[in-house]
């Protein structure tokens, strides 16, 4: 069933805001929008040639790191086998293409928080499995029992705590290994369970292929259009808000390297340039700037720019860690961080205002 609050958020200030500007009113002269037809077109390649695709690397991926986990605890060692990974490594680049489309599926069954409770500000997941780990449970190693336990301990984050974080133990090595197999399944779980409710008969490929009507969730062409930019923005600010920031703080003295993505993988940056190579697959399999002929070699042009000083700004040549330890590694992060505001200015006003919308709000508005 389609969450009433995805119909409260598309009755936001953003849906009014997107319809005023492509309504033709008497009152006042207003800008021309894109047509139905060139919206629609929009929204299909961005289902069929971005939004599915990413689901089912997803969902391949993670099929891989069950399968390369199973492998792995026949023998368990302290740190992974370089199989897992490898493995692990290609489900964070596959979840960092879909991470930031905070609807659909992923928004629902609380699917996004339980394949990664991220942020975690709190520890919570940390805290979480600590205490599972201090007293072994076998009835959680059961098949499906995991999916059953908080959200923190269901995902990548606490696969990552127990593959990555040694122990010397050997009964301990045995149970950390067969509940991060659990939470693979988990994961793998979770990945095929969106790719089947975005493809099937009545799915959300179909409901944002076809708004109005009886469709409560998509009311007319412009609102899967809306959704798009706002996850193209929502991206962006979950990059810079949520991946950088708490881990940089206000000054090098207050940096908090423990608060980005992925640290204990050793993946941050990875996981950061995975997260911007969405965004302009996003935008380039959408054809997102068809919708501003006039100024779309400008703006893709711009974009593509940006991009370019984001990868070079975090390729600092050192571990996360120590880069933010490091005046001028730090120095380039932060500058990383004012690029993704001039990404998010480039959809949210240069672009909005050439194609006659608005993105509005965005998922992370009020987070």
Known sequence: MIAITKRLLLLSPLLLAARRAFAQSGDAPTKPGP???????VAKKAIDDYFIPSYEGLRDATAKLVAAMGESCKNPTPAPSEAVRAA?????????????LRFGPMAEKARLERFSFLPDPHGTGTRQL??????????????????????AVQGMPAFEGLVFATSDDAETSAYRCQLALRIAENLNLIANEAVTEWTRAGGWRDLMLSPGGANIVYRDATEPLVEILKAVVTGLQQMRDQRLLPAL????????????????????????????????????????????????????????AAMTEF??????????????????????LKHAFDV?????????????EAAGISPGFNALDGD
């Open 130 to 151: 600590r205490q599972i780990l201090a007293k072994p449970d076998p009835a959680l190693l059961e098949p499906g029992a995991i999916a059953r336990k908080s959200a």
């Open 88 to 100: 692990f490594t290609a489900v964070l680049q596959a979840w960092a293409r879909v991470d930031f």
């Open 249 to 304: 703080g206000k000054s090098i003295e207050t940096a908090k390297p423990g608060r980005g993505a992925f640290v204990k993988s050793g993946e941050s940056f990875v996981y950061l340039d995975a997260s911007a190579d969405a965004i302009e697959l996003l935008v380039e399999r959408s054809d997102v700037f068809s919708l501003t002929p006039a100024d779309a070699a400008t703006l893709l042009a711009a974009t593509e």
């Open 35 to 41: 047509s139905t037809e060139a919206l629609d077109k």
């Open 311 to 332: 990868r070079a700004s975090i390729a600092v040549g050192k571990p996360w860690a120590e880069a933010l330890a490091d005046p001028a590694a730090y120095d380039k």
């Open 340 to 352: 993704l505001k001039t990404l998010e200015d480039i959809f949210n006003f240069r672009f909005a």
